[in-house]
Each structure stands twice: as structure tokens, then as C-alpha cells.
């Protein structure tokens, strides 16, 4: 619920004129980054740094490279 309401936020913030594309793929980029960085948080928590390395640094890596596309792309 707090992605949506930040999304509303900063796009009524920024943008002249609201969108509500503008507002979804904000959306869209906020919970992929918000749920990205909670799983890496969490991983750190449970394994330390070692548990970042290989095929889950990929995956991370992966996963903000789409919010970023998605948030360029609104």
C-alpha cells in the first residue's frame, strides 16, 4: 500500500500533467526495487554477504535492470 501512495506522490510531484500510465509504471518500478532490496536485506540478515554472490546477485541484478526499463519507459 505504501508503493502505491508514494507513486501517486511522486508523480503528482514531478509531472505537469498525471498520467495514469505515469502512475502505474512508477508503480511498477517501486515494488520491484522496494521488493528487491527487502529480499537482499534479508538474505544479508540470514547468510551475510557470501549468500549474494553467484545466481542470487544475478537475479537481483536482473530484477532492477526491469525496474529500471520500466521506470524509463513512463
Known amino acids: 500500500m505504501s508503493t502505491v501512495i508514494l507513486a501517486f506522490v511522486l508523480v503528482f510531484y514531478f509531472a505537469p500533467v498525471v498520467k495514469w500510465t505515469a502512475v502505474f509504471g512508477v508503480f511498477l518500478s517501486l515494488w520491484i526495487m522496494i521488493s528487491t ?3 537482499v536485506f534479508y538474505r544479508v ?30
Open 45 to 74: 540478515v540470514l547468510t551475510g554477504v557470501r549468500g549474494l554472490l553467484g545466481t542470487y546477485g544475478g537475479m537481483v541484478l536482473a530484477h532492477v535492470g526491469v525496474a529500471v526499463t520500466a521506470l524509463g519507459i513512463t
Open 37 to 39: 532490496a527487502k529480499s
